[in-house]
Nanobody
Framework: QVQLVESGGGLVQAGGSLRLSCAASGRTEGIYRMGWFRQAPGKERELVGTIKWSTRITYSSDSVGGRFTISRDNAKNVMSLQMNSLKPEDTAVYLC????????????????WGQGTQVTVSS
């Protein structure tokens, strides 16, 4: 089992930045990939980006372009999401996920999920 806890959400003005963190605990040695998703009210869950745990190879969705960057801290088992040039349409609950199975980095199929952190971008 892997437990995930997100932090760093909040309210920010358009054009601003936020950094989200996802701390993994439990059987982290088996993690193959982790990802960030977001879900806005009334909308389907959307993949933001992912990272392959061992190689740090990342994948980012077209919706965030080059504005968001995913990284990991090996020593702390923490995945981060640096979000720059935020837009009101980035407002959503952001969730992190982890999985030990081999899947494409663009896959939505994850075994473990955090509880989510709210990001609100005002215009």
């Amino acid at each position: 089992q892997v437990q995930l806890v997100e932090s760093g959400g909040g309210l920010v003005q358009a054009g601003g930045s936020l950094r989200l963190s996802c701390a993994a605990s439990g059987r982290t040695e088996g993690i193959y990939r982790m990802g960030w998703f977001r879900q806005a009210p009334g909308k389907e869950r959307e993949l933001v980006g992912t990272i392959k745990w061992s190689t740090r190879i990342t994948y980012s969705s077209d919706s965030v372009g080059g504005r968001f960057t995913i990284s990991r801290d090996n020593a702390k088992n923490v995945m981060s999401l640096q979000m720059n040039s935020l837009k009101p349409e980035d407002t959503a609950v952001y969730l992190c996920a982890a999985d030990e199975r081999i899947r494409a980095l663009s896959s939505y199929d994850y075994n473990y999920w955090g509880q989510g952190t709210q990001v609100t971008v005002s215009s």
